[in-house]
């Protein structure tokens, strides 16, 4: 089946560290990959998305990479920013009934950011 | 340019009593999902509609839950006889149907609904 695995949290960092978070997937056939981001007490917002194996997906200093030889899709950031503090969530694109689709999250990784 | 709307915010129910969730999706998208957040969790689908039809439904709840997406007006999900256990935050998204197929495949979510059941 499809699934999404994603590194447990929380992640505390200072301001300026390197940011890793790592998200594996199984799935069949070759989804769509995304990072949503969740800040507190609001809804999600995409961050970035991948489509094909080797895709770059970047947005405001974010990266992720569609690895299909690993099926990893990690996220990273040279250098983080308190303003970067909340929940962020890796998802897949899954087939449901008559060819559309849904999204099948991981269990999202909290990351704390300190001046 | 209006994001998905969703109504109320917060909702705060007793045991037995009905909740109704309102999600109004962006201008031009056709395409309505529900997802329920339990806390500490990722978010799990629940419904996928298009306009008076309800496309898919594989996530919902059995007994109690309801979804609709009438010609005119919002998407409801309804719940019934709440129980604390359906205390979460329950996310609308929306979708275009237009483009490039993969584009499909992007949702955009609104602010959420919590539901506390007491």
């Known amino acids: 089946g499809n699934s999404v695995t994603q590194m447990e949290g929380p992640v505390t960092l200072s301001e300026e560290a390197f940011l890793t978070i790592n998200c594996t997937y199984t799935a069949t056939g070759y989804p769509s990959l995304f990072w949503y981001v969740q800040y507190p007490g609001e809804g999600l917002q995409l961050l970035l998305k991948a489509t094909k194996a080797d895709d770059k997906g970047s947005n405001k200093g974010f990266e992720a990479t569609y690895r299909k030889e690993t099926t990893s899709f990690h996220l990273e950031k040279g250098s983080v920013q308190v303003s970067d503090s909340a929940v962020y969530f890796c998802?897949?694109?899954?087939?449901?009934?008559?060819?559309?689709?849904?999204?099948?999250f991981g269990a999202g990784t909290r990351l704390a950011v300190h001046p | 340019n209006a994001g998905v709307m969703q109504n109320p915010r917060h909702l705060v129910r007793r045991r037995g009593q009905e909740a109704r969730l309102r999600c109004s999706p962006m201008k031009g998208h056709s395409h309505v999902y529900w997802y329920r957040q339990l806390p500490e969790e990722g978010l799990k689908f629940m419904v996928y509609l298009q306009k008076e039809n309800i496309i898919d439904e594989s996530g919902m709840p059995k007994e109690r839950f309801s979804a609709e997406f009438p010609k005119e007006g919002p998407s409801i999900l309804r719940i019934q006889q709440v129980v604390r256990g359906d205390s979460a935050a329950y996310f609308c998204?929306?979708?275009?149907?237009?483009?490039?197929?993969?584009?499909?495949?992007?949702?955009?979510f609104g602010p959420g609904t919590r539901l506390l059941v007491l």
């Open positions: 998204a929306s979708s275009p149907r237009t483009g490039p197929s993969r584009n499909w495949e992007t949702q955009y």
């Open positions: 998802a897949l694109s899954a087939p449901i009934s008559g060819g559309y689709n849904k999204l099948i």
